[in-house]
């Protein structure tokens, strides 16, 4: 079982564990810095999936102003998207992008949300959760 929710002060030692492994693994693509990360968790913008007590994934939640729209909605960023590579496959990842949207929209009501791609191949999973290709390694949601 598997919980996806705000990371908390209490979840210090679980995030620890979860960015040292992430450093250690050979997908090391976001810069994590524990210590900003820590700094921001008052704000509520990075969220966790939590298993057993461990932290498996996480994904940031960022107000974006270079993102130009015509609506004037407030855009919204998701990113440093990632579940462990060894948990992937089994609805974490979609679980928790979801989750993410739909907190965002409650943080953010009418917001236009966004997220950003390293790969590619990736594409095809964000397709499924309601994103569309929108160019220069950016997707937007649309459902």
Sequence with gaps: MF?????RDTDIVSLQSFLESYQQSDENYFCWIPEKILRELPQNNHIGVFEDGDM??????RLDKYLKNKSKNTSVMLSDVYINKEKRGQGRGSKLVNRAVELAQEKYPNCDIYLSIIELKIRPFYEKLGFEFIGNGKMRRTK
């Design 56 to 61: 498996i994934g996480m994904c940031t939640i």
């Design 3 to 7: 919980v996806v929710r705000f990371i």
